[in-house]
Structures are given as C-alpha cells and as structure tokens.
C-alpha cells in the first residue's frame, strides 16, 4: 500500500474513539489534552494536515512534530511516547502521531495554571474525566477478589443500578443519601470487578449494571 492511499484509508474512517484529523497545531496544551485522552482510553492517533472533512491540507512537518514533542513531554505529566511518521500526499505533508494506550493512568495534561487534568476519549471528543475515572485508574492495581461479597450498603447501590435506566451520580447520591467520595468509592469498586459500567450520555457519565449473561 502506497502513502497516498494508506491516508485516504485513515481518512475514510473518519474522526472516532482512537483517531482524530487536526488542520494545524497552534497550542501545544490544547494538543496535551488529545494525547492525555487517547493514553486514557484505548490509544489512538493524530492525522495533522487534515480538516475536520477530510480534505489534505498539508503542514510544515518540522513545526508540527516540534508542537507535538512539547505536547507530549512539557505538558503530559506523566510523559506520553508518541510515534510519528510524515506522509507526502497530494504533495502535502500529513504528519501521523501515535498515542499508545497508558500503562499507568492517568495521564494528566497541565493547563497555564500548571494544573494537571485528565481526559478521556468518548467517540471523537476529549472529555475531562471524573473522580470515577481517577478511583477507578488508582485503584486498579489492586488485586480483583475471586469471591465478591457486598455489604447492605453496596447491594442497595446494585439494586439501584440494576434498573431499566441509567443512573447519573446526583440521582445515585440522593436515593442513596450517601456523599459523593462514598458513591465514587463504591462505583470505582464495582467497575474495577466488571459489575458496573459507566457511559457518557452527551451531558455526562452516567451508570448501570452490565449484562451479566
């Protein structure tokens, strides 16, 4: 497969959960935050030269992967390693950068501020992640029980999500008259053992118990 033809393939899928086409890269920390997401969730890549429709604009691919380097090593803390690989099509230059997916998550992209903020990759948006994610990514080491056993507190938390609709974090709260770190914690428990999944809604994340066929 030639160069041209291997982009047009990338092309033709279109922005998703693991890719997304950027015109040009004018702010490293905006750039942080597609790096962050994609090392969040399940990897991806970035086609740079490209608009949002598809079309080839071409790049200087030297300023592009300077950007991308500064992204990746100045403003993603931990660090993100990012593949890079020029492309001539149409006599533009694409710039491909690959995101591998996180060993250790998160990973936090650092605002002007310093702050650091994580992001997860939802279809092809960069969502800021919530103290669910971050509970459940430190918690994650920790080794999974062969034998779950539940209190009453966390059954009535179950029952609640075994209904027909999903649950936002401010219903589970109020019917089960429990803060929210006490909700955070008991939701990062059960989608660390897979008996819960949470999916964002397009107003934010909400929660159900998963098919356990």
Not at 38 to 43: I, R
Not at 60 to 66: G, L, Q, T
Request: aromatic share 8%.
């Amino acid at each position: 497969m030639d160069e041209a033809t291997y982009i047009y393939s990338l092309i033709a899928e279109g922005e998703h959960v693991e890719q997304d086409f950027k015109y040009e890269i004018s702010d490293a920390r905006k750039i942080a935050r597609t790096l962050s997401a994609f090392a969040n969730t399940q990897g991806g890549r970035l086609l740079i030269g490209v608009k949002d429709n598809g079309r080839i604009a071409g790049v200087r691919s030297d300023e592009e992967m300077y950007m991308i380097e500064a992204a990746a090593h100045l403003y993603c803390k931990p660090e993100v390693v990012v593949a890079m690989h020029v492309y001539k099509v149409e006599g533009r230059t694409v710039v491909v950068a690959e995101v591998a997916r996180a060993h250790s998550r998160p990973v936090m992209a650092l605002d002007e501020q310093g702050r650091g903020w994580a992001y997860v990759r939802v279809a092809d948006e960069n969502i800021l992640a919530t103290p669910v994610h971050l509970r459940v990514w430190r918690d994650k080491s920790s080794e999974r029980p062969e034998v779950l056993s539940f209190t009453p507190f966390e059954r009535g938390v179950l029952e609640l999500l075994s209904g027909d609709e999903e649950c936002s974090m401010a219903h589970i709260c109020r019917v089960m008259r429990a803060s929210r770190p006490v909700i955070q914690r008991v939701l990062s428990q059960f989608i660390n053992w897979g008996v819960v999944a949470m999916r964002y809604n397009g107003h934010g994340f909400v929660y159900r118990c998963c098919d356990m066929d």
